[in-house]
C-alpha cells in the first residue's frame, strides 16, 4: 500500500520544527505503524537524508516507550493499544496520516517525534513508591487484600508511564497517570499508610511540573492503551481533598 | 495559625485546590438556580402568588436574610469565575504548541466551550441585575401593585414585553443550559463522588436538572413573547386587590 505521511521534524529542542511529507511507498499491510516508519526512514537514508526519530524499546505494547500522535489521536485512534501494537492494516490504501510528537510543555520536544517524559519519572520520585522495604513477594494471601481492592489496584497499576493522557487532554493534564501511580500504592496495604503524604507530594510536583488541570473530558480514557479509567482521578480528588484537610488540622 | 494559612495557600494553589472551590462554588450556585427557577414559575400562579412571594424574600429575617443571600452568591460567584480564569490560563499555557492536526474522541461540545459559555452568561448576569433588580429602566422600577408592593409580576411581563430583551434571555439560558450539562457531571467528579457505581446516577442527575432548568427558565420569556401569558393590568380583581391594599398600607 502506498500513503503519504505528514511528519513533524525538528531537528533539536530549540528548533522551530515543521511538518514535512514523505511518501510511504510499497508498505506491506502486515507491518506495524513503526515498521511502516523504519521503511521510509530506510529510503531516508538512501537519499542521503536525516532518519525520522522516534521513540520505541519493547514493540510488546509493554514498556511505555512508542509514542506518537497518529491523526491527532496518541497511538492512533485504536482502542487500547500502543503504536508498536497498530498495524498498517487498519489504514486504506492511498490514506493521509499525520505524525505528530506527545505535545505538552512538560513534554519537551527532543528531536523530531522524541519527547523527554522525565516529567513522570519526578513525579514518581515525589511520591510514587513505599518508603520502607516490603521484601520480595510473599506467599498468596499471607496479607488479606479484599478482591475488589486488590482488582482496583491492579487496574491502576496497569498503567505504562507512556504519557498518551497528557498528549490527548485538551489541558495537557498528568491527573490520569498521577491518579493511577497514586491510586495502585494507595489501595494496598502496603501503600496505605503514606496516602496522605503520598498525594499532597505527587499532585504538588505534578502542578510544578507545568502540566496543565483536568476539565474532565475524559479524552485521556478515550486515549489510554491501558485503558485506565477516569475514576482513578476522581479517587486522586477525593484523596487530594481529605489529605489537605488532614493537613491543614495535623 | 501559621502552619493553617500556609496550608490553606497551598490548597488553593493546587491544581485540584481550585478545581475543588469552582466545584463547591458551582454547586451552590446551581442550588440558587433552581430555587431561583421555581420561584419564577410562581408568575403562572398569579400576581397576587409572584409579588407576595418576592416581598417575602425582601423581607425574611428582617430584610437581612436576601444580604446573606446576595453577599453568599456573590463570593461564589467571585470564586468561581476567578478560579476558571486561573486554570484556564494554566491550561492554555500547558500546551504551547498546538497539533497541526487535532482531534477530539471524548470532549463534549459543550465542555469546550466552558470559558466562552462562562464569559458569556457573566455578562448576562450583569445585564439580568440591571434589568430586574437594580432596575434601571424607570419604567420598570416605580411600577406597583394594588398592595403598594413592587409590583413584580407587571415588571416581569413588560420586561419580556420585546423580542430582542427575550432572544438575548433565550440565548444566555441556552448557554448557560450548555455550561451545566459539563458543569454539574463535573462537580461530582472534582469531588471525588463519581465512582463506577455512580457514574451513570451522576450523568442521569447532571442532564435531568439542565433540562428542568432549561424548561423551567425559558417558559417565562417565550410564553409571554408569544403572548400566551398577559398582563390583565392592576384594575382585573381591583375590588378585593383595593381592600387588601388599604389593610397592608395600615400596617407600614
Known amino acids: 500500500m502506498n500513503l503519504k505521511l505528514k511528519v513533524w521534524r525538528q531537528a533539536h529542542a530549540d528548533d522551530r520544527g515543521t511538518i514535512v511529507d514523505y511518501d510511504a511507498k510499497d508498505i506491506p499491510e502486515e507491518a506495524s505503524f513503526l515498521e511502516m516508519i523504519d521503511i521510509v526512514n530506510e529510503q531516508i537514508i538512501e537519499d542521503g537524508g536525516e532518519p525520522i526519530h522516534f521513540d520505541h524499546d519493547c514493540r510488546e505494547g509493554i514498556c511505555g516507550m512508542c509514542s506518537l500522535n497518529i491523526n491527532g489521536v496518541p497511538h492512533s485512534k485504536e482502542r487500547g493499544i500502543t503504536t508498536c501494537q497498530v498495524h498498517m492494516r487498519k489504514f486504506n490504501d492511498g490514506d493521509t496520516i499525520w505524525i505528530e510528537p506527545f505535545r505538552a510543555k512538560a513534554f519537551p520536544v527532543v528531536k523530531d517525534l522524541v519527547v523527554d517524559r522525565s516529567a513522570f519519572d519526578r513525579i514518581i520520585a515525589a511520591g510514587g513508591y513505599v518508603e520502607v522495604r516490603t521484601g520480595s ?31 490527548s487532554c485538551k489541558n495537557a493534564s498528568a ?9 495502585h500504592l494507595n489501595l494496598l496495604p502496603q501503600g496505605e499508610p503514606e496516602k496522605d503524604k503520598r498525594v499532597l507530594a505527587m499532585v504538588r510536583q505534578m502542578d510544578a511540573e507545568g502540566f496543565g488541570n483536568c476539565t474532565n473530558q475524559y479524552e485521556c480514557e478515550a486515549a489510554c492503551p491501558k485503558e485506565i479509567s477516569a475514576d482513578v482521578i476522581s479517587k486522586l480528588n477525593r484523596d487530594y481533598a481529605i489529605a489537605s484537610a488532614r493537613e491543614a488540622v495535623s | 495559625m501559621k502552619g493553617l494559612i500556609n496550608s490553606v495557600s497551598l490548597f488553593w494553589q493546587s491544581s485540584i485546590g481550585k478545581k475543588i472551590v469552582v466545584a ?11 430555587g431561583h427557577m421555581a420561584g419564577n414559575l410562581l408568575l403562572f400562579a398569579g400576581r397576587e402568588a409572584l409579588n407576595e412571594y418576592a ?11 436576601i444580604w446573606i443571600a446576595r453577599i453568599g452568591l456573590l463570593v461564589s460567584l467571585v470564586l468561581h469565575v476567578f478560579a476558571t480564569i486561573a486554570l484556564t490560563a494554566q491550561n492554555r499555557a500547558a500546551r504551547k504548541e ?5 482531534a477530539t474522541q471524548a470532549a463534549s461540545r459543550s465542555s469546550r466551550m466552558m470559558i466562552i459559555s462562562g464569559l458569556v452568561i457573566l455578562a448576562f448576569i450583569i445585564f439580568h441585575i440591571l434589568h430586574f433588580t437594580v432596575r434601571i429602566d424607570p419604567e420598570l422600577a416605580e411600577m406597583k401593585d394594588a398592595a403598594g408592593h413592587h409590583d413584580v409580576y407587571g415588571m416581569v411581563i413588560k420586561g419580556f414585553g420585546g423580542p430582542v430583551v427575550s432572544l438575548f ?16 457531571a463535573s ?7 463519581r465512582t463506577r457505581k455512580t457514574a451513570g446516577a451522576t450523568r442521569a442527575l447532571s442532564w435531568g436538572i439542565t433540562v428542568v432548568l432549561w424548561l423551567g427558565f425559558l417558559v417565562i420569556p417565550l410564553t409571554i413573547l408569544f403572548g400566551i401569558v398577559k398582563d390583565p393590568g392592576l384594575d382585573a380583581g381591583h375590588s378585593q386587590s383595593a381592600v387588601e391594599a388599604s389593610s397592608t398600607s395600615d400596617k407600614h
Open chain 1, 137 to 167: 513477594a510473599v506467599d498468596a494471601n499471607s496479607v488479606p487484600i479484599p478482591k475488589d481492592k486488590a482488582d482496583a489496584a491492579f487496574d491502576a497499576a496497569a498503567c505504562i508511564g507512556c504519557g498518551a493522557c497528557v498528549a
Open chain 1, 175 to 183: 491527573m490520569l497517570f498521577t491518579g493511577a501511580k497514586a491510586a
Open chain 2, 24 to 34: 463547591v462554588t458551582g454547586l451552590l450556585l446551581v442550588g440558587f438556580l433552581v
Open chain 2, 55 to 65: 416581598y417575602f424574600l425582601h423581607h425574611m429575617l428582617h430584610g437581612a436574610g
Open chain 2, 98 to 102: 498546538r497539533y497541526a492536526h487535532g
Open chain 2, 169 to 184: 434571555y433565550v440565548v444566555a439560558i441556552t448557554l448557560l443550559c450548555s455550561h451545566l450539562s459539563h458543569g454539574i
Open chain 2, 187 to 193: 462537580i461530582f467528579q472534582t469531588l471525588g463522588l
